[in-house]
């Protein structure tokens, strides 16, 4: 018993040693090893460990090398650098110091005519002093860190896949930081299996399975690993039940925004979707550079993120257009850092269903696009207040159309929804009355085109859902699992498209380029995904257990409440028209069945009273008129 004691207390000893006293503790190991170097190089040299010839020699330079030594290590700042982490660098200044150490002691010998050693004997006095200062100081750090590790009763012990620059650079934070032990690096590359990294060995991942036992966590550490590897990597681990933490993404570490070791869960978003692919030059910037562009519903999940990508491409002047005061104050205070000198923010706070003020804000900036993102897109809120949804998203289409119009404007782009085909709830119906709008509008330029005047063209772009956004299953999802559950679904069977904003955003951008009037872009969602799967692997990737008839003590339960009224089991992209590709592969075109304007604009004037005066179902059999695909009494 007396013995482990003694060592605790020796561990807590070192450990809790403070700064001044770790110098002290240097200092008197430099004078130590600074003497025995300077016996030993003579030692060396002359081959005798008190060699006559090196008495009168030993009389004035072993004193000397401390007294010369030690206040040359303090003047230069060699004790004010922290032990544990010690590293090249210090070791590089090091052998400078004891270069200088050697030159100064070989003038003052010079200078008062002193006896000399073996002139050789100065170059094995200085590697003398580089290695076994330095080693000492190596050792220490080794020792810090292991003492450091034994303060936690239990370290986590991992396996980093990836054995690369970043696997390598989160070993070493790890290390320093003493609550992990790095049991394993797990690679793909054959050419680094059975080889090392600081003594842990690289093991190809089809090993894992065996060490199930031995270790508690997996750390993915391959910042710029495509969706679709993370995905694949992720379901092998899953099956092994072991939890699995990455690193920042390569943007969050280049821009500063996390460290190497800001361990994360892996969240949905980082699974779902597919990999991305590089915008078009062509496409993406040229027409935005320079340009006056407005977003309207700018402070929404697609309005905001549409306008951080626009401001990377330098437009003359961005315009916020948003009605409610708290999101346009946040989105035009994340933006205004962001600004270049060439380029104006205005935020705009007012309503988009108002032609006038419309037209007075796109006249005095002399608009070139804008992009229509304002609108309600809750399908459950807009099925239970259809007078506000259709008239926001009907009329605000409207008002825009014809500001631009009247004005000249260069280009709009309507943001639509996978929902507004073949809809079967109110917010869809009207987000398909919205199209129709602008395909008239379209069509209706073409006609009135002049030479004199500027023709707008007219294009819509039409996607599912998109992960993060207000309303999204995805956010819902991950406050049930916090709250300890249940999730709730609605059928076992839905299955949506998932695309991550920024990604949608881009796509979005390098639409206006290839419209011609009157385009329905759809944008490549990639492949579905069945909400009931997605739901498991948020349960899984939150460290928790599903809880069903096959595990009964699990920690999350889904429950299943049945179809919402207008809800679908699926979402499709297209009404009844085909689609063609574009020059960019991920966006293709279509040109949807359309009504003329004159007839449109006769039922608008008809809705626009009906709705006028509160009558919602005169208002809903104007809808269903205009979008017969829908009925009122859509399931």
């Given at each position: 018993m007396f013995f482990p004691s003694l060592g605790r207390y020796i561990i807590r000893s070192l450990i809790d040693l403070g700064p001044l006293q770790r110098r002290f503790l240097l200092i008197g190991i430099d004078s130590i090893l600074l003497p025995a170097s300077v016996w030993l190089s003579a030692w060396l040299r002359l081959a005798h460990p008190l060699h006559p010839g090196f008495t009168p020699v030993a009389t004035w330079l072993l004193p000397a090398s401390v007294l010369v030594g030690i206040p040359l290590y303090a003047l230069s700042g060699q004790y004010k650098g922290l032990t544990r982490y010690v590293g090249s660098s210090a070791f590089y200044r090091l052998a400078g110091r004891n270069s200088l150490l050697v030159l100064l002691l070989v003038?003052?010998?010079?200078?008062?005519?002193?006896?000399?050693?073996?002139?050789?004997?100065?170059?094995?006095?200085?590697?003398?002093?580089?290695?076994?200062?330095?080693?000492?100081?190596?050792?220490?750090?080794?020792?810090?860190?292991?003492?450091?590790?034994?303060?936690?009763?239990?370290?986590?012990?991992?396996?980093?896949?990836?054995?690369?620059?970043?696997?390598?650079?989160?070993?070493?934070?790890?290390?320093?930081?003493?609550?992990?032990?790095?049991?394993?690096?797990?690679?793909?590359?054959?050419?680094?299996?059975?080889?090392?990294?600081?003594?842990?060995?690289?093991?190809?991942?089809?090993?894992?399975?065996?060490?199930?036992?031995?270790?508690?966590?997996?750390?993915?550490?391959?910042?710029?690993?495509?969706?679709?590897?993370?995905?694949?990597?992720?379901?092998?681990?899953?099956?092994?039940?072991?939890?699995?933490?990455?690193?920042?993404?390569?943007?969050?570490?280049?821009?500063?925004?996390?460290?190497?070791?800001?361990?994360?869960?892996?969240?949905?978003?980082?699974?779902?979707?597919r990999d991305s692919v590089a915008p078009d030059p062509n496409l993406l910037g040229p027409f935005i550079t320079g340009s006056v562009l407005c977003v309207t519903g700018a402070g929404g999940s697609i309005g905001s993120e549409l306008c951080r990508q626009i401001l990377l491409y330098n437009p003359s002047k961005l315009i916020l257009i948003e009605r409610s005061e708290s999101s346009l104050y946040t989105i035009d205070s994340e933006l205004r850092p962001l600004l270049s000198s060439g380029t104006t923010l205005i935020p705009v706070l007012g309503n988009v269903c108002d032609i006038n003020f419309l037209k007075s804000i796109f006249s005095q900036n002399n608009v070139d696009i804008v992009f229509h993102a304002a609108a309600y897109k809750h399908v459950p809120l807009v099925q239970v207040n259809p007078i506000s949804g259709i008239f926001n998203n009907v009329f605000s289409t409207r008002a825009i159309c014809l500001a631009c119009s009247s004005l000249g404007v260069r280009q709009v782009v309507l943001i639509s929804t996978d929902k507004a085909v073949r809809p079967t709830n109110v917010m869809g119906a009207s987000k398909r009355l919205a199209e129709l709008i602008v395909q008239a509008s379209s069509e209706e330029a073409f006609s009135q085109s002049t030479p004199l005047k500027q023709q707008t063209i007219f294009a819509m772009v039409r996607f599912g859902n998109v992960l993060g956004s207000s309303g999204s299953v995805v956010p819902l999802f991950r406050r049930q699992i916090a709250s300890g559950g249940p999730i709730t679904l609605t059928h076992p069977e839905i299955i949506r498209y998932f695309m991550t904003i920024p990604e949608a955003a881009q796509l979005v951008l390098q639409t206006p380029p290839m419209a011609q009037g009157g385009d329905v872009f759809l944008l490549d969602m990639g492949q579905p995904v069945r909400i009931k799967d997605l739901a498991e692997q948020m349960i899984k990737l939150s460290g928790l257990t599903l809880r069903d008839s096959r595990n009964p003590n699990g920690d999350i339960e889904i429950i299943c409440t049945g179809i919402r009224p207008g809800e679908k089991l699926y979402e499709e992209l297209l009404i009844d028209a085909k689609s063609e590709p574009t020059c960019h592969p991920l966006i293709f075109r279509a040109k949807e069945r359309s009504i003329s304007p004159q007839l449109l604009w006769q039922k608008l004037d008809s809705l626009y009273s009906s709705l006028s005066d509160y009558d919602v179902s005169k208002s809903l059999q104007i809808l269903s008129e205009l979008v017969p695909e829908w009925t009122p009494n859509s399931p």
């Open positions: 003038g003052l010998g010079v200078l008062l005519r002193l006896p000399m050693p073996p002139r050789s004997s100065w170059l094995l006095l200085w590697l003398l002093l580089t290695g076994f200062t330095g080693a000492i100081r190596f050792a220490m750090r080794d020792v810090l860190l292991s003492l450091c590790s034994i303060r936690y009763s239990r370290q986590l012990r991992v396996a980093i896949y990836g054995a690369g620059e970043a696997g390598a650079q989160l070993a070493a934070a790890l290390r320093l930081a003493g609550n992990h032990q790095i049991t394993v690096f797990l690679d793909d590359d054959p050419h680094l299996w059975n080889r090392s990294i600081n003594g842990i060995p690289i093991k190809p991942p089809q090993i894992l399975p065996d060490l199930v036992d031995e270790i508690d966590q997996v750390l993915l550490a391959i910042p710029s690993l495509t969706r679709s590897r993370r995905r694949s990597l992720v379901d092998h681990l899953q099956l092994q039940s072991i939890p699995v933490l990455q690193i920042p993404s390569v943007d969050d570490l280049t821009s500063g925004r996390a460290r190497i070791d800001s361990l994360r869960p892996l969240a949905i978003e980082d699974l779902l979707g």
